[in-house]
């Protein structure tokens, strides 16, 4: 009799997981889509993200809000993939400007870690662009000019006439803004 109240639970627990596998499966892959747009790594977290609603299931650790905890578990998983390679981000810098060595293409994701990383880099560099459009232009023209265009600052400062402890200055403050924002867009990510 014992092996048949067995057998009824887990045919229980099957139906109950499966249900809740219809209902939200679809939501959650559009979850997982927005943020990876490779469709087989997609899958492959949609799969790891049900695989812990069955595993905490049959461990009977009771989950009231199963979308919500399934969309937590998909943006843990997300964010376990592109840790794989941990750039150093402009907020772990110190307060000092960057180096002429630490150019922002360092710090980004590389293309090549896959579509993750890419995706990531996307996300990245639009923040990055809006930024820079908020920066007064001799701070965002001393950033671009140094950053992206690889000018140094005494190549610079023979240019526009302007001291290099000026153009320090003013990177200085850009590099500021940035991290500003960049903690935001992390934070954003976090909490979605």
Do not use: C
Request: glycine share 4%; aromatic share 6%; charged share 30%.
């Amino acid at each position: 009799m014992q092996g048949t109240l067995t057998e009824r639970l887990i045919a229980a627990q099957n139906r109950e997981i499966a249900a809740w596998v219809r209902r939200e499966r679809g939501r959650l892959l559009a979850f997982i889509r927005r943020r990876v747009r490779d469709a087989a790594e997609a899958e492959d977290i949609l799969q790891e993200a049900l695989y812990e609603l069955v595993a905490a299931h049959r461990l009977m650790q009771p989950v009231e809000q199963v979308g919500a905890w399934l969309a937590a578990i998909a943006r843990n998983r997300i964010i376990d993939r592109f840790r794989k390679r941990k750039p150093v981000l402009l907020a772990d810098q110190g307060p000092e400007p960057l180096a002429a060595q630490d150019r922002i293409e360092d710090l980004l994701p590389s293309p090549a870690d896959g579509p993750a990383a890419l995706l990531m880099r996307e996300l990245l560099l639009e923040r990055v662009a809006r930024a820079l459009d908020e920066l007064p232009s001799e701070q965002r023209d001393v950033f671009i000019a140094q950053e992206l265009e690889g000018a140094s600052f005494r190549e610079l400062s023979t240019r526009w006439g302007v001291s290099i402890n000026t153009l320090l200055a003013r990177k200085r403050y850009a590099v500021l803004h940035l991290r500003r924002s960049l903690r935001e867009a992390y934070e954003e990510w976090m909490n979605e």
